[in-house]
Nanobody, 114 residues
Framework: VQLQASGGGLVQAGGSLRLSCAAS????????MYWYRQAPGKQRELVAS???????NYTDSVKGRFTISRDNVKRTVSLQMNSLKEEDTARYYC?????????WGQGTQVTVSS
């Protein structure tokens, strides 16, 4: 299983970014997919998830600003991030579990400046 994340960068507060994660080596359609983030000195936290039926969940701090989506044909999961805040600065990771094992992407850095 490979997860390849992309789309991070430097953006001013209030701006937008779209992260994408391309998955291979698993039955993508039946897997729930997740975005996590980790800021320096902080624990990794779950940001958003999307089930195989496209049911979504978000951590409270991003509700109304972030949108997770999936494309089962392209085998990608995306995270549209709007109204970004300085506290959204972190390395963002896509994650899934498959056959009892955890799989993480390499992460993509998001930096929000004031």
């Amino acid at each position: 299983v490979q997860l390849q994340a992309s789309g991070g960068g430097l953006v001013q507060a209030g701006g937008s970014l779209r992260l994408s994660c391309a998955a291979s080596g698993l039955n993508f359609r039946i897997n729930s997919m997740y975005w996590y983030r980790q800021a320096p000195g902080k624990q990794r936290e779950l940001v958003a998830s999307i089930s195989s039926k496209s049911t979504t969940n978000y951590t409270d701090s991003v509700k109304g600003r972030f949108t997770i989506s999936r494309d089962n044909v392209k085998r990608t999961v995306s995270l549209q991030m709007n109204s970004l805040k300085e506290e959204d600065t972190a390395r963002y990771y896509c994650y899934t579990d498959f056959r009892g094992r955890d799989f993480w992407g390499q992460g993509t850095q998001v930096t929000v400046s004031s």
